[in-house]
């Protein structure tokens, strides 16, 4: 008896998007009520690496690592035409991240070589799911994923060294690297997804892609996390090269999405919600770009590229996926609309609002927080059943 015999038994893990999809959202609930309570002086945590250092890993490396792995071992199998991760081994995958999650939490009292060895061999065991079905395939353009996901590895690796080493500046820099690598994951897939998902539900052509727009767009992508890769590991100060290729990078994917024609899309919020959450990677870059030119702090620009576009695009893109994947016909879901401007007008809040008016930062952290954890409470009521349970149309996955 396993789980591709008798789909209906084995539902939850029958593909990766099922529990890192549902746990993922969950986590990020969880963990931003924690950081919410460690905010207004209740310590209900005292997790490894301290609090600070715990929601930035666990945002990164809990949350949005989650939502990724979900959606790259599900689209694999798309890819490939071969069977993606599932049953026992997708268990193991899944119990791996969730221990991860629990022993970061609870057991700072534990050997950080040990913590590092549990929670770091996430990421690799994701790429290597990934690889030998495209390898089996030939199908090299997929390829460029496992590189990827190996670079945002290294990143959750020197977090771990940092706290190790009491070394701020590599925690600093290990964290920027991993918000830039998960930004070229969203722009490798958003340039795939979102005109083909608009051009499909709308009826309109795909717009033809501009060589120029692409190289410029994904290659100072690449270019920015490869720098920053070097600046981790070196003594490099490459902050105005770092600004500039950022700024290229800004300029060329807004320039790709215009092409995109998000406006046709307004009556369609889970393709609004993809374009506008893509229109936060230029804003977030030129942002960052400026504060590191004039020797300002990053945060806003972060968090701007943290809420505005990882967060709103993983929101969307699981709504969408959650449905086409379990049988069930592709629509928005009540409430899901509102989830998603409620979650761009927090991130608008976190970055320019505060860059505006840095002095009304204490309620604003908190109310991006709640509106946070409302949005993907609504997610999580829309589709705790769906992914828990068999396909709708009785198909196996």
């Given at each position: 008896?396993?789980?591709r015999?008798?789909?209906?038994?084995?539902?939850?893990?029958r593909?990766?998007?099922?529990?890192?999809?549902?746990?993922?959202?969950?986590?990020?609930?969880?963990?931003?009520?924690?950081?919410l309570?460690?905010?207004?002086?209740?310590?209900?945590l005292?997790?490894?690496?301290?609090?600070?250092?715990?929601?930035?890993?666990?945002?990164?490396?809990?949350?949005?690592?989650?939502?990724?792995?979900?959606?790259l071992?599900?689209?694999?199998?798309?890819?490939?035409?071969?069977?993606?991760?599932?049953?026992?081994?997708l268990?193991?995958?899944?119990?791996?991240?969730?221990?991860?999650?629990?022993?970061?939490?609870?057991?700072?009292?534990?050997?950080?070589?040990?913590?590092?060895?549990?929670?770091?061999?996430?990421?690799?065991?994701?790429?290597?799911?990934?690889?030998?079905?495209?390898?089996?395939?030939?199908?090299?353009?997929?390829l460029?994923?496992?590189?990827?996901?190996?670079?945002?590895?290294?990143?959750?690796?020197?977090?771990?060294?940092?706290?190790m080493?009491?070394?701020?500046?590599?925690?600093?820099?290990?964290?920027?690297?991993?918000?830039l690598?998960?930004?070229?994951?969203?722009?490798?897939?958003?340039?795939?997804?979102?005109?083909?998902?608009?051009s499909?539900?709308?009826?309109v052509?795909?717009?033809?892609?501009?060589?120029?727009?692409?190289?410029?767009?994904?290659?100072?992508?690449?270019?920015?996390?490869?720098?920053?890769?070097?600046?981790?590991?070196?003594?490099?100060?490459?902050?105005?090269?770092?600004?500039?290729?950022?700024l290229?990078?800004?300029?060329s994917?807004?320039?790709?999405?215009?092409?995109?024609?998000?406006?046709?899309?307004?009556?369609?919020?889970?393709?609004?919600?993809?374009?506008?959450?893509?229109?936060?990677?230029?804003?977030?870059?030129?942002m960052?770009a400026?504060?590191?030119?004039?020797?300002q702090?990053?945060?806003?620009a972060?968090?701007?590229?943290?809420?505005?576009?990882?967060?709103?695009?993983?929101?969307a893109?699981?709504?969408?996926?959650?449905?086409?994947?379990?049988?069930r016909?592709?629509?928005?879901?009540?409430?899901?609309?509102?989830?998603?401007?409620?979650?761009?007008?927090?991130?608008?809040?976190?970055?320019?609002?505060?860059?505006?008016?840095?002095?009304?930062?204490?309620?604003?952290?908190?109310?991006?927080?709640?509106?946070?954890?409302?949005?993907?409470?609504?997610f999580?009521?829309?589709?705790?059943?769906?992914?828990?349970?068999?396909?709708?149309?009785?198909?196996?996955?």
């Amino acid at each position: 008896m396993t789980a591709r015999t008798h789909p209906q038994r084995f539902a939850f893990m029958r593909l990766a998007f099922r529990p890192f999809f549902l746990l993922g959202a969950l986590f990020s609930l969880l963990t931003l009520l924690v950081w919410l309570a460690f905010w207004h002086g209740n310590l209900w945590l005292t997790p490894y690496g301290g609090m600070l250092w715990w929601h930035q890993h666990e945002m990164l490396f809990g949350f949005a690592s989650a939502i990724m792995a979900g959606f790259l071992l599900t689209a694999v199998q798309n890819w490939t035409g071969r069977p993606g991760l599932s049953g026992w081994p997708l268990f193991a995958l899944v119990s791996l991240w969730l221990a991860a999650r629990l022993l970061l939490a609870y057991a700072a009292h534990l050997p950080a070589g040990w913590l590092l060895l549990i929670d770091g061999a996430f990421l690799p065991l994701v790429a290597l799911a990934m690889a030998i079905p495209v390898i089996a395939v030939k199908m090299w353009r997929n390829l460029m994923f496992v590189p990827v996901l190996l670079v945002l590895a290294l990143s959750n690796i020197a977090m771990h060294l940092g706290v190790m080493n009491g070394n701020a500046l590599l925690i600093r820099e290990a964290g920027h690297l991993a918000i830039l690598t998960i930004t070229l994951v969203m722009v490798l897939l958003g340039g795939r997804v979102i005109p083909f998902f608009t051009s499909r539900k709308l009826g309109v052509p795909q717009p033809e892609r501009t060589r120029l727009i692409e190289i410029a767009s994904v290659g100072a992508m690449s270019a920015a996390v490869l720098l920053q890769v070097v600046i981790m590991i070196s003594d490099l100060r490459a902050g105005s090269l770092l600004a500039a290729l950022m700024l290229i990078a800004a300029i060329s994917n807004a320039w790709r999405l215009s092409h995109w024609k998000g406006w046709l899309s307004w009556k369609e919020p889970l393709l609004w919600g993809l374009h506008l959450s893509y229109a936060f990677i230029p804003l977030g870059l030129a942002m960052w770009a400026w504060q590191l030119f004039t020797g300002q702090r990053v945060e806003t620009a972060l968090h701007a590229i943290a809420i505005g576009s990882i967060g709103t695009m993983m929101l969307a893109m699981m709504s969408r996926v959650s449905l086409g994947h379990t049988g069930r016909t592709l629509r928005t879901l009540p409430g899901i609309g509102v989830a998603l401007g409620v979650l761009l007008i927090a991130a608008l809040l976190r970055s320019v609002w505060l860059v505006l008016f840095p002095q009304s930062s204490h309620w604003v952290y908190s109310a991006v927080i709640i509106a946070w954890c409302f949005s993907y409470l609504v997610f999580v009521l829309h589709y705790a059943v769906p992914l828990l349970s068999a396909r709708a149309d009785g198909k196996d996955g």
